[in-house]
């Protein structure tokens, strides 16, 4: 059985006085909600905030990225260390924002994969196709180069303690999201895939869908059979309509 899992991404947004009032509304609007999980990955600055408000709650925090080396001459990075010391469980790898507007390969997202389980940290893996590769018929193709990109190089085993996201590029940011089916069929794909491997592993797994949660959306969407909680972008910033998707992962709170 796996539990619904639902992951605000803030993203480059926030500012102390905004992030107070948002995570207290969060933190209030969860309270009661206990049959899903729920985190909030926010920029660097703003773990040590995150840490005192969200700290006893039932939010957990982390981190959008994270250096695959553990300390250094690196200026500018910042390792899984220091996430770990800030009380993050879990880190964001291989956004597509990442990917494309920071270079980011499969190779740099699987070192960084690794280096986050090594510090007890939940990697949330992103995979997903553009609009192109969707429209070229490449989606299995792509994605499965992606997840591949783990099982090749540190088997499917280390998949049972990371989630994943299938978060396909044409849908994220755009307001215009994934059909419910859609969705599904990628994620049935990727556990199918997971599957051949290690069907334990699989079978537990989550799968998170992202690209243009909405409170409108959410619930028909964690109603597919394979979608195991949603990874919020734009939708993460709003109090009300944060917890509101919250409100539909305890609507189907087990898949499986
Ligand atoms: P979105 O972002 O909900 O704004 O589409 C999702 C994401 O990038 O994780």
């Known amino acids: 059985m796996r539990r619904k899992l639902v992951v605000g991404n803030w ?3 926030g500012s102390k006085t905004k992030n107070k009032s ?5 933190v209030a609007g969860v309270r009661d909600l206990h049959n899903a ?3 909030v990955c926010v920029p660097y600055p703003y773990l040590g905030q995150a840490q005192s408000l969200l700290q006893g709650t039932n939010v957990a925090w982390g981190a959008q990225n994270l250096c695959a080396t553990e300390d250094g001459a690196l200026t500018g990075a910042v390792s899984p260390d220091m996430l770990v010391d800030y009380g993050c469980t879990h880190v964001i790898i291989g956004h597509s924002e990442r990917r494309i507007q920071f270079h980011e390969t499969d190779d740099t997202a699987a ?7 090594k510090a007890g940290l939940t990697p949330i893996f992103c995979m997903g196709e553009s609009r192109e590769e969707r429209e070229s018929d490449w989606t299995e193709y792509v994605v499965g180069r992606q997840l591949d990109s783990i099982i090749r190089r540190f088997g499917a085993d280390f998949l049972a303690k990371a989630v994943l996201a299938y978060e396909p590029l044409w849908a994220v940011g755009t307001g215009k999201p994934a059909t419910p089916e859609q969705a599904q069929e990628v994620h049935s794909f990727i556990r199918g895939r997971i599957a051949r491997c290690n069907a334990e592993v699989a079978e537990n797994v989550r799968i998170l869908y992202g690209g243009s949660v909405q409170p409108a959306n959410a619930s028909a969407l964690f109603a597919m059979p394979d979608i195991d909680g949603g990874l919020v972008g734009r939708c993460s910033l709003d109090a009300k309509a944060f917890v509101d998707i919250c409100k539909a ?3 189907h709170p087990m898949t499986a």
């Open 111 to 117: 070192t960084r994969f690794n280096v986050a389980l």
């Open 11 to 13: 993203k480059m947004n």
């Open 249 to 251: 992962a305890c609507q």
């Open 22 to 26: 948002l995570l207290e509304d969060v």
């Open 37 to 39: 999980d729920y985190v």
